[in-house]
């Protein structure tokens, strides 16, 4: 009976554990974030979000591909971090994240995997900056950018945990995020770009 109940207890406690899928989110000087080309400063001169999203293993069969920022597939599992303090082009590391019980997947498991970032004046969460970015138009300046897609990651568990940045063709490469201006900053430079034509239309 003692060994029955020993058994129970041992398996209602390993269950939590198998269901996680774990990753550490986190870069290093080989995988830096750019804004605009160069590394991204750190959170005292400007704040920048990031956040993982994941999808099927299937979801694609090679490397190099960046998804559209308005792809429904790619769910995001609130593994949130922001950049830091002190490095340019780091972020803060989460270490044990868990990710997979959010979407379903248990640790041990593959997954096709985006980072994407932001800057923090475009929102706290992904789905506020997707609505300031409004499909291209934004309705702020603000940078925003995603890596190429992480290839089959297998999630970790209790025994190894996988690192998402890094040369693997299942982790990521460091990536650029790009400033993009409010439609009232174009709308400035087309009338700029006007006056000087006219200008140079009346000139002798």
Same mark, same amino acid.
Request: zero cysteines.
């Given at each position: 009976?003692?060994?029955?109940?020993?058994? %129970?207890?041992?398996?209602?406690?390993?269950?939590?554990?198998?269901?996680?899928?774990?990753? @550490?989110? &986190?870069?290093?000087?080989?995988? +830096? %974030?750019?804004?605009?080309?160069?590394?991204?400063?750190? *959170?005292?001169?400007?704040?920048? @979000?990031?956040?993982?999203?994941?999808? /099927?293993?299937?979801?694609?069969?090679? %490397?190099?591909?960046? /998804?559209? !920022?308005?792809? /429904?597939v790619?769910?995001? #599992?609130?593994?949130?971090?922001?950049?830091?303090?002190?490095?340019?082009? &780091? %972020?803060?590391? $989460?270490?044990?994240?868990? #990710?997979?019980?959010?979407?379903?997947?248990?640790?041990?498991? *593959?997954?096709?995997?985006?980072? &994407?970032?932001?800057?923090?004046?475009?929102?706290?969460?992904?789905?506020?900056?997707?609505?300031?970015?409004?499909?291209?138009?934004?309705?702020?300046?603000?940078?925003?950018?995603?890596s190429?897609?992480?290839?089959?990651?297998?999630?970790?568990?209790? #025994?190894s945990?996988?690192? #998402?940045?890094?040369? +693997?063709?299942?982790q990521v490469?460091? !990536?650029?995020?790009?400033?993009?201006?409010?439609?009232?900053?174009?709308?400035?430079?087309?009338?700029?770009?006007?006056?000087?034509?006219?200008?140079? $239309? &009346?000139?002798?």
């Amino acid at each position: 009976m003692k060994q029955t109940l020993s058994l %129970i207890v041992f398996l209602a406690l390993s269950l939590p554990a198998q269901g996680q899928g774990l990753v @550490n989110f &986190r870069n290093d000087a080989t995988t +830096l %974030i750019s804004a605009d080309g160069v590394p991204m400063p750190a *959170s005292g001169t400007q704040q920048f @979000n990031f956040a993982m999203f994941l999808a /099927p293993s299937t979801t694609v069969s090679s %490397i190099g591909i960046t /998804p559209m !920022f308005a792809d /429904p597939v790619w769910q995001n #599992v609130g593994g949130y971090t922001a950049n830091g303090a002190s490095v340019a082009g &780091r %972020i803060n590391t $989460r270490l044990n994240l868990d #990710v997979g019980t959010p979407s379903g997947y248990s640790g041990g498991s *593959s997954v096709d995997f985006i980072i &994407r970032g932001w800057s923090a004046n475009a929102g706290a969460t992904w789905a506020e900056a997707l609505a300031n970015w409004n499909n291209g138009s934004p309705v702020l300046p603000m940078f925003i950018g995603s890596s190429t897609v992480g290839d089959d990651l297998r999630l970790g568990d209790d #025994v190894s945990v996988p690192t #998402v940045f890094g040369p +693997l063709s299942s982790q990521v490469a460091g !990536f650029n995020m790009i400033g993009v201006p409010e439609p009232s900053s174009f709308a400035l430079v087309g009338l700029g770009a006007a006056a000087l034509w006219l200008s140079y $239309r &009346r000139s002798p």
